[in-house]
C-alpha cells in the first residue's frame, strides 16, 4: 500500500521567499514521485517527477525536490516565490505496478504576500 | 502541445439519474485513468484502463460505476444512478507508458441536486 502525507495545509511565504512543500511517502515498492500543480479552477499540471534517476529534480517554474530514501521525504523548493505561484500543490506515489495509479496526499495551498 | 481535453466541463444531474463523463486521451497513450476531487479533499483514484480492460480499481468504483473505451480516441466514465455524494470534480489522465508521468484533462464538475 502507498501514501503520501503533505504536511501543512496551508503555507503562507513573502514573495521573494524561500517556498518549502513538505511532502513524505510510504510506499512498500520503489516509488515513483510527482508534485502536480492546481491553479483555480484549472486541472492538475505536473511541475516534476522522481523516477528513480537523479535525486535531485528540477522541474518547470524555477521548482526543484529532492528524493530522500532515509527520509521517505519528496520536499518541494523553490528560491524565490512568485505571486504567480500562489496555487494548491499536490505530492503523489506511485509504483511500477500494471494499475500504477497516484495515490495523493492532502495537498498544500500556497499563499503568496506581497 | 497534445492535451487531454473532456467533456461536459460542469454537469448538473438529478439524483438517480445516469451520467457519462467524456474524455479524449492523448492519441499514443495507452494508459487511462479516471480520478475524482470531492470539494476540499484530496484527489482520489477510481479506476485505470489498459488494452481495452481495467487493470485496477478502487473501492469507490462500485458497481454504480463503469468505464468503456468506444472508440480510437474516447475514454467514458458512466455513473448509473448518480447520488449526492458523487458531485465532485472528475479529472481524466494518460500516460504513454507504465513509468511515464500522467497528464491530466482540465476536469469535469459534477454537480448531483
Known amino acids: 500500500a502507498q501514501s503520501v502525507t503533505q504536511l501543512g495545509s496551508h503555507v503562507s511565504v513573502s514573495e521573494g521567499a524561500l517556498v518549502l512543500l513538505r511532502c513524505n511517502y510510504s510506499?512498500?515498492?520503489?516509488?515513483?514521485l510527482f508534485w502536480y500543480v492546481q491553479y483555480p479552477n484549472q486541472g492538475l499540471q505536473l511541475l516534476l517527477k522522481?523516477?528513480?534517476?537523479?535525486?535531485l529534480v528540477k522541474g518547470i517554474n524555477g521548482f526543484e525536490a529532492e528524493f530522500k530514501k532515509s527520509e521517505t521525504s519528496f520536499h518541494l523548493t523553490k528560491p524565490s516565490a512568485h505571486m504567480s505561484d500562489a496555487a494548491e500543490y499536490f505530492c503523489?506515489?506511485?509504483?511500477?505496478?500494471?494499475?500504477?495509479?497516484?495515490?495523493f496526499g492532502g495537498g498544500t495551498r500556497l499563499m503568496v504576500k506581497p | 502541445e497534445p492535451e487531454v481535453t473532456q467533456t461536459p466541463s460542469h454537469q448538473v444531474t438529478q439524483m438517480g439519474q445516469e451520467v457519462i463523463l467524456r474524455c479524449v486521451p492523448i492519441?499514443?497513450?495507452?494508459?487511462f485513468y479516471w480520478y475524482r476531487q470531492i470539494l476540499g479533499q484530496k484527489v482520489e483514484f477510481l479506476v485505470s484502463?489498459?488494452?481495452?480492460?481495467?487493470?485496477?480499481k478502487s473501492e469507490i468504483f462500485d458497481d454504480q460505476f463503469s468505464v468503456e473505451r468506444p472508440d480510437g480516441s474516447n475514454f467514458t466514465l458512466k455513473i448509473r444512478s448518480t447520488k449526492l455524494e458523487d458531485s465532485a470534480m472528475y479529472f481524466c489522465?494518460?500516460?504513454?507508458?507504465?513509468?511515464?508521468?500522467?497528464?491530466f484533462g482540465p476536469g469535469t464538475r459534477l454537480t448531483v441536486t
Open positions: 492519441s499514443n497513450h495507452l494508459y
Open positions: 489522465a494518460s500516460r504513454v507508458g507504465l513509468v511515464s508521468e500522467q497528464y
Open positions: 503523489a506515489v506511485s509504483g511500477a505496478n500494471a494499475g500504477n495509479m497516484l495515490t
Open positions: 484502463f489498459y488494452n481495452n480492460e481495467i487493470s485496477e
Open positions: 510506499s512498500s515498492v520503489p516509488p515513483y
Open positions: 522522481y523516477t528513480s534517476a537523479a535525486t
